[in-house]
């Protein structure tokens, strides 16, 4: 087996399971702390994810350069270099990050966030231990880029399985013998930050080879990547102005019980990122070594045959929970009620999510040719549209109407983002993208999924009967998108083909 699908195969098992982990326990999480707690643990990963822009482009900076070193393209030292440099810079910002939040936490428990069943100080409480645990998952992000680059895919969704067990089944051990406190969850995850900072980071150092001279801090290693991070820098603040804006406006707008459905509903749908995410993990060194190498036609088949692949893991998910998010809830967690409160929400924001995650390919094509600038370019006009849409939108539509703008705003970057990416790096592949690698596909999973309407359970009593009409509309869904993607059909034929011929057995004797 190849090294990219050793990569891709272990990082669906891997990054599927911290999935499944993350997922499975949020019925217990509510169950134990209530919604308004969970709407705590919402903001975490919001506050979690505008605080990446602190890192200055440094996690995908790692990602390529180590990518570039396994190529050939930096040296022993330089490489190690380059990491202590990052290091050191990583280290003193995450401990501005964790101050900065704690000093922060009292205004933000009595002034921002709108509690109606939380004490202040429980809230001002769990802030400050969340900015702990937001500190230390900062620093793990350069030690994760860093293995991803060096191809050391396999062994990292294996601890990052075990990691994500321990954070997320431990969490719910802690809060059902311990303490059901949102206080105690966070102190959990303080505890499994450490071990996971101290794993990857010795990891990373033994995957290195030794330098000639010991590791030290170089002004002249972050010179010669500061274009390709400053650029990275600017697109992250842009995506996180566009992907996070709606989740700021409505914390401070909702009471905290709402922000959490609002929350519950973009984790639902997130779904589809653990989909695409092992995909593009695995395929972005290999972009990298294509484009370094000069190897046109390898590019265009790589670019080709995994965008239709996204769309075929995708699309079929995507149907289901759009025309079914009351269904799906339920058959998830039981409960009719959250059911109920999450359904509207998540049915209109998937769409986006979907627009956005066929965009990875034609993203993760521009940074592997270091071009950034278009995404600044379009991301900007983006903001500059976004914003002030949300500030009209939301005080009149509240969730839904930001869940609305998120896919007006993703199906402008089909079209637009689209165009110029290809003019400029694949100019003959536009069209085979649009029709082949995403229309015709998809079209086979929104036809399934409609038919399959007149079959739907008649209420929402039976979990198990929602499960086997998913699961079966599922499948059936799969089959149909996989036959109209050519080139994964027929990847996946020779594959089959390839099985069946190695595991027929020889006829001795013939004609005896």
């Known amino acids: 087996m190849s090294q990219l699908k050793r990569n891709i195969l272990a990082n669906y098992l891997g990054q599927g399971w911290a999935s499944v982990m993350g997922l499975v326990f949020i019925p217990l999480y509510i169950q134990y702390l209530g919604m308004e707690a969970y709407g705590l643990i919402g903001l975490f990963a919001v506050m979690q994810t505008w605080l990446s822009l602190l890192d200055m482009g440094m996690t995908p900076t790692l990602n390529r350069e180590m990518a570039r070193f396994t190529a050939g393209a930096h040296s022993p030292q330089s490489i190690c270099d380059l990491l202590r440099s990052l290091e050191i810079f990583c280290f003193s910002l995450a401990v501005l990050i964790g101050l900065g939040i704690l000093a922060a936490s009292g205004y933000l428990a009595s002034d921002w966030l709108k509690a109606e069943k939380l004490p202040t100080a429980v809230v001002a409480q769990a802030l400050s231990i969340m900015a702990f645990v937001i500190a230390l998952r900062f620093v793990e992000g350069i030690y994760r880029s860093s293995l991803f680059g060096l191809q050391r895919q396999v062994w990292y969704n294996g601890a990052n399985a075990l990691i994500a067990t321990l954070r997320h089944g431990g969490a719910v051990a802690v809060l059902a013998w311990v303490s059901p406190t949102v206080q105690a969850f966070f102190l959990w995850q303080v505890i499994i930050s450490l071990l996971s900072v101290s794993v990857y980071a010795a990891t990373v150092h033994r995957a290195l080879p030794d330098p000639a001279l010991p590791p030290r801090f170089s002004r002249e290693a972050l010179t010669g990547v500061w274009q390709f991070a400053g650029g990275m820098m600017g697109i992250t603040l842009l995506a996180l102005l566009l992907t996070q804006v709606d989740k700021v406006i409505l914390s401070r707008m909702l009471t905290l019980e ?52 996204i769309t075929v893991l995708t699309a079929p998910a995507v149907m289901l929970l759009s025309i079914y998010p009351r269904g799906i809830v339920f058959m998830w967690s039981g409960n009719s009620s959250l059911a109920e409160n999450t359904a509207l929400v998540l049915q209109v924001y998937v769409v986006g999510i979907f627009l956005n995650g066929l965009m990875r390919m034609p993203y993760l094509c521009q940074l592997a040719h270091g071009w950034t600038s278009l995404t600044l370019v379009v991301n900007s006009v983006a903001v500059a549209l976004l914003v002030p849409a949300m500030f009209f939108v939301v005080p009149y539509y509240g969730a839904v109407g930001a869940a609305w703008i998120w896919v007006a705003l993703n199906i402008g970057y089909v079209l637009v983002d689209i165009y110029f990416m290809h003019r400029r790096l694949l100019p003959a592949e536009k069209i085979h993208w649009y029709f082949f690698d995403v229309l015709l596909p998809t079209g086979a999973a929104f036809g399934i999924v409609m038919l399959a309407q007149q079959f739907q359970p008649a209420s929402y009593k039976n979990r198990l009967h929602w499960f086997i009409f998913l699961m079966s509309t599922g499948i059936l869904s799969l089959v149909a998108t996989t036959a109209f993607a050519n080139r994964v059909r027929s990847r996946l034929l020779t594959i089959i083909g390839q099985f069946l011929q190695g595991h027929t057995p020889e006829l001795k004797g013939a004609g005896n």
């Open 258 to 309: 709402t922000f959490g459905y609002y929350v519950l509903a973009q984790s639902i749908a997130g779904v589809i990122y653990t989909v695409i995410g092992p995909v593009s993990a695995a395929i972005f060194p290999r972009l990298v070594e294509l484009t370094t190498q000069d190897d046109q036609p390898g590019l265009v088949s790589v670019y080709h045959q995994i965008s239709q692949l």
